[in-house]
T-cell receptor
């Protein structure tokens, strides 16, 4: 069974600084998708970024980028120029076929 | 935003009573999902559906049943609620008609408390 591990239950960063959230996963498949979701206090799940495993190029979305290391089964999220609105729970997720498997989450605090 | 509506958004019930949560989508997507969210566990899949009357179990399906009689509606039923089913429940739909691709879009969640 696929598993996703986020080893950092909590992280904090100063406003305008850069922070990296870690995620590792376990799979024997070669074709899959990876995602980072953000959950602010409103509880809404918001897609931040996605990565297709067959693509070597790391995905980027404005201030958000990933470091995808397929051989190491690692998928970290880098947030540049952190803003107060980035404060949230962040979930890493793996998709193969119909199912999306989530990590335990990392709570990110932004210090003004 | 994807058209996903969950009801009720909040519910308090007593142990042993039946509970049904409803998920309604206006996107005409084939795949629908029920997850539960608990501290320290992230989101865990309860059941999912890949078409009308086609459903399958997820990793935490014990104590739950689902039904999908129409494309737009996916119901989650707790036949006899227990305190361990106190949680926040999320419905999701697949953003792609393909089985293998795409992100999921989520509803706003339903907080269930079982006393």
């Amino acid at each position: 069974a696929q598993t996703v591990t986020q080893s950092q239950p909590e992280m904090s960063v100063q406003e305008a600084e850069t922070v990296t959230l870690s995620c590792t996963y376990d799979t024997s498949e070669s074709d899959y998708y990876l995602f980072w979701y953000k959950q602010p206090p409103s509880r809404q799940m918001i897609l931040v970024i996605r990565q297709e495993a067959y693509k070597q190029q790391n995905a980027t979305e404005n201030r958000f980028s990933v470091n995808f290391q397929k051989a190491a089964k690692s998928f970290s999220l880098k947030i540049s120029d952190s803003q107060l609105g980035d404060a949230a729970m962040y979930f890493c997720a793996y998709r193969r076929a119909q199912k999306l498997v989530f990590g335990q989450g990392t709570r990110l605090t932004i210090n003004p | 935003d994807a058209g996903i509506t969950q009801s009720p958004r909040h519910k308090v019930t007593e142990t042993g009573t039946p509970v049904t949560l409803r998920c309604h989508q206006t996107e005409n997507h084939r795949y629908m999902y029920w997850y539960r969210q608990d501290p320290g566990h992230g989101l865990r899949l309860i059941h999912y559906s890949y078409g009308v009357k086609d459903t399958d179990k997820g990793e935490v399906s014990d104590g739950y049943s689902v039904s999908r009689s129409k494309t737009e509606d996916f119901l989650l039923t707790l036949e006899s609620a227990t305190s361990s089913q106190t949680s926040v429940y999320f419905c999701a739909i697949s953003a792609s008609q393909s089985m293998n691709t795409g992100e999921l879009f989520f509803g706003e969640g339903s907080r269930l408390t079982v006393l």
